[in-house]
């Protein structure tokens, strides 16, 4: 059964950073494309960073240059760290693999 559990979402500032984790089981986690995705109220979910099993990774163009993804096949992680975050990056951000969705963690920007 594949598991997806996110954690690191919270409050932060405009400007500031977060990093956020995803740790997969049930899954041959390093053969795997891991992603995050987001979605905001009113707005359909999009998607944010992909890595492939050669970490060939795809971002979207709105946070390109401020967040980075990254996985660790030791660990069967992936991460996303987000710095410059604005407003409009508030979000529920979700971890994905292997067609599953883990159940989210809310970044909310805002001073």
């Known amino acids: 059964q594949v598991q997806l559990a996110e954690s690191g979402g919270g409050l932060v500032q405009p400007g500031g950073s977060l990093t956020l984790s995803c740790a997969a089981s049930g899954i041959i986690f390093s053969a795997n494309t891991m992603g995050w995705y987001r979605q905001a109220p009113g707005k359909q979910r999009e998607m944010v960073a992909v890595?492939?099993?050669?970490?060939?990774?795809i971002y979207a163009d709105s946070i390109k240059g401020r967040f980075s993804i990254s996985r660790d096949n030791a660990k069967n992680t992936v991460l996303l760290q987000m710095s410059g975050l604005k407003p409009e990056d508030t979000a529920v951000y979700y971890c994905w693999a292997a067609n599953r969705w883990g159940q989210g963690t809310q970044v909310t920007v805002s001073s």
């Open positions: 890595i492939d099993s050669r970490s060939n990774i």
